[in-house]
């Protein structure tokens, strides 16, 4: 059972271009939630979704980042017209129903 | 009231003391306490949880600390080796209300000099 997918693993886009990040949960779960860390800090929550519904999305900036997890295929997060302060490393975790999440390795953007 | 604080930044321990890291909380809706472990370059991984109802849980050389009444919790490791060297989060979730997802600490970089 292959764990959470991600990818790309590294992305570099210029400020102004389109970032999409891919995430394939475990097999089995509808749990999506995606993570950004910034460097030498944690993580921040930035949405929570099901397939194909935004449960929580608290954490998202209000402007340029949106995601989405359709009924087929990977969860993507999506940023538009990316700035420099966008560079980070994004984390997708999953989990099945109320048990723990499991985390992927990471899509690390940088912004140049 | 959704942060979770973290001790120390760093720490660096000899080969087989005990590394101990501290959280602290303010909600008191969170009822689940995982730590994660995550190597440079690597997504975090669960190490151990614990739930408010339980003072205290083991597994192997690492031990997770719950004192309810002072919103404490801390992660123990026992008997340390350079290879635990990593970066810790602890981090707390709330009973489901819809809210489900994590919130992390800052991080602990442990260092286990040989």
């Known amino acids: 059972n292959a764990g959470v997918m991600q990818n790309p693993r590294h992305l570099v886009r210029r400020r102004g271009q389109e970032a999409r990040l891919r995430c394939s949960p475990m097999k089995g779960h509808s749990h999506v939630y995606w993570y950004r860390q910034l460097p030498e800090e944690g993580l921040k929550f930035m949405v929570y979704?099901?397939?194909?519904?935004?449960?929580?999305e608290s954490g998202m900036p209000k402007e340029r980042f949106s995601a989405e997890f359709p009924k087929e295929g990977p969860s993507i997060l999506r940023i538009q017209q990316v700035v420099r302060g966008d560079s980070a490393a994004y984390f997708c975790a999953s989990s099945l129903d109320r048990s723990e999440a499991f985390f992927g390795q990471g899509t690390r953007l940088t912004v140049v | 009231q959704q942060q979770v604080k973290q001790s120390p930044q760093s720490l660096i321990v000899q080969k087989g003391g005990i590394s101990i890291i501290n959280c602290a909380y303010e909600n008191t809706a969170f009822d689940y306490f995982p730590w994660y472990q995550q190597f440079p370059g690597k997504g975090p991984a669960l190490l151990i949880a614990i739930r408010p109802d339980v003072s205290e849980k083991k597994e192997g050389r690492f031990t997770i600390s719950f004192n309810k009444s002072a919103k404490q919790f801390s992660l123990h490791i026992m008997d340390s080796q350079p290879g635990d060297s990593a970066t810790y989060f602890c981090?707390?979730?709330?009973?489901?209300?819809?809210?489900?997802?994590?919130?992390f600490g800052s991080g602990t970089r442990l260092q286990v000099q040989p």
């Open positions: 979704l099901q397939k194909e519904n935004i449960i929580d």
């Open positions: 981090a707390a979730t709330p009973r489901d209300t819809g809210r489900r997802a994590l919130t």
